[in-house]
Structure formats: C-alpha cells, structure tokens
C-alpha cells in the first residue's frame, strides 16, 4: 500500500472528505425529520390532506436540502488545516475554530 505524501493531495482530503460525509449525515437526519413532519401532518388534515401537494413540497425540499446544509457547514473546510505530529510521525487534519464558531457548531 501507498502512503500519500503529496500535501496537497492531504490537504484536498482534509477539507472535502469530512465535510462531504457531514452533508450526508445530516440530510438523512433532515429527511428523517421531513417524513415524520408529513405523517403528522398527514394524521392531523386526514381526509383534506393532498398527496400530489405533499410530493411536490417534497421534491423541492429534497432538492433544497442539500444545498441549504452545505451553507451552514461551509466554514469547515475553510478551517480545516494539517498538522504534523513529529513524534508519532502522523499527519493529522484538524479543525482550528474561534469561540464564535465553536458556540455555533455546538
């Protein structure tokens, strides 16, 4: 096996790979949410409600949510530097933030 040496292939890696993974994570936590927002709201009208309304709300939302996920994560990947650590003779990608930003993502 390979060890990647090239900097900026790490640093590429870095700042993509962890944030990529968070839009994943936290669209299939949204779309959790969604559905169960449409079921309530499916019990709550019952016989009013409107199935060809709620695919069309859901297609959109589906299209949006990706997007609008990615605008509150887009801080990370700015802050995401790497470091080396001589002693374990490691390279590790890490996430510098202010306070600010550490009260936000908390």
């Known amino acids: 096996m ?8 790490l640093r590429f890696g870095c700042a993509s790979i962890e944030p990529l993974l968070k839009v994943f994570l936290y ?3 949204w779309l959790y949410a969604c559905v169960a ?20 709300v859901a297609k959109r ?7 609008l996920i990615t605008v ?5 990947p700015i802050h995401r530097n790497l470091f ?6 490691h390279t590790w990608c890490v996430a510098y933030y202010s306070q600010y930003l550490q ?4």
Do not use: M
Not at 2 to 9: K, Q
Not at 84 to 89: K, L, S
């Open 2 to 9: 390979n060890i990647i040496t090239n900097r900026t292939v």
């Open 103 to 106: 009260n936000y993502n908390s």
């Open 27 to 29: 669209t299939d936590t």
């Open 72 to 76: 509150t994560i887009i801080h990370e």
């Open 37 to 56: 927002i449409e079921r309530a709201t499916a019990v709550f009208k019952g016989a009013s409600f409107r199935k060809a309304n709620s695919k069309r």
């Open 84 to 89: 080396d650590d001589e002693e374990e003779q």
């Open 61 to 67: 939302v589906i299209l949006a949510l990706p997007f």
